[in-house]
């Protein structure tokens, strides 16, 4: 599973599905043993631990892989690290690397692999969990307006996001400073001002600053940007009366959004996390039946 763009969008619907069932409630087990490495290139608490507790939950053995202490470190290639994986019995691998499109260095290789993350590329399992919370919200994507702020250029969220929303019926809806928007940012959806676009939406999607991704410091403060960018109190009582707040988090406080807000009656940013578990068990069951495992 590298992105969910590569899906039909019958096969997105049924791992919809199939993750719903599993946050309502529906437990399955592999019928044999099946053995997971989780290799993490980059910092991760919540899509790291979550693909873990699915994992468990499905009943996969998962094999503790050390990214520091790894061969990586004395110049092995990552196709070389997952060869060696696989020759040593490793069905299926979750990888989340800093590189973009960090996948097309593993052609040929015949274990599973699933995308927890590329670069400024994809994130399908965050997209998938941020699906389920909203038809659990909503029922249906079809004509929802859904805001995404903040870091388009450098997010993996906006871009697997944004895609699959409005495959699905969705209407998409962009703001945050100009200078992190470029043509590509711009593909699946328009560019609104922040103060129009949250009076419209039914779902404000908030996203962190990828510092990590850029080149140059940010010039403005913590509290000049959730001034100009960011949803301040003011913003959300001037939202629609059912309108929702979502982030993938880590949230920076007091940043893209209002410490006091984080856990508003409107917030479903917790539900996201408690949700990623159900997204990624889908994910995992599918790719792995796909190569022929069976589970009861």
């Known amino acids: 599973m590298i992105k969910l763009s590569r899906l039909s969008l019958e096969s997105v619907e049924k791992l919809l599905h199939q993750a719903l069932e599993f946050a309502n409630g529906k437990t399955v087990k592999a019928k044999s043993d099946i053995f997971v490495a989780n290799l993490f290139f980059e910092d991760s608490t919540r899509t790291k631990i979550s693909f873990e507790v699915a994992e468990k939950k499905l009943g996969l053995n998962v094999v503790h892989f050390d990214e520091s202490k790894s061969s990586i470190n004395k110049g092995e290639s990552l196709l070389d690290t997952i060869k060696t994986l696989e020759s040593i019995g490793i069905n299926l691998s979750v990888i989340r690397h800093q590189k973009t499109r960090f996948y097309d260095e593993l052609k040929g290789v015949k274990?599973?692999?699933?995308?927890?993350?590329?670069?400024?590329?994809?994130h399908p399992s965050q997209a998938l969990l941020d699906l389920i919370t909203i038809k659990q919200e909503f029922g249906d994507f079809k004509d929802l307006k859904v805001g995404i702020v903040g870091d388009i250029k450098h997010s993996r969220v906006a871009n697997s996001n944004a895609t699959t929303l409005r495959?699905?019926?969705?209407?998409?809806?962009?703001?945050?400073?100009?200078?992190?928007?470029?043509?590509?940012?711009?593909?699946?959806?328009?560019y609104r001002d922040l103060d129009a676009l949250v009076t419209d939406v039914d779902v404000l999607m908030l996203l962190r600053i990828q510092?990590?991704?850029?080149?140059?410091?940010?010039?403005?403060?913590p509290q000049d940007y959730l001034k100009k960018y960011g949803l301040t109190k003011e913003r959300e009582q001037k939202m629609k009366p059912n309108a929702i707040i979502m982030h993938p988090a880590p949230i920076n406080r007091g940043v893209e959004i209002d410490n006091d807000l984080v856990e508003c009656e409107r917030s479903r940013i917790f539900k996201q996390m408690q949700n990623g578990v159900f997204a990624r068990m889908a994910i995992l069951k599918k790719v792995l039946e796909e190569r022929g495992f069976e589970f009861e």
């Open 111 to 122: 274990m599973g692999v699933v995308n927890a993350g590329d670069g400024i590329g994809h």
């Open 167 to 190: 495959r699905l019926g969705a209407k998409v809806y962009f703001s945050g400073p100009r200078e992190w928007f470029d043509e590509g940012s711009l593909m699946n959806g328009t």
């Open 211 to 221: 510092h990590e991704r850029h080149d140059e410091k940010m010039k403005l403060t």
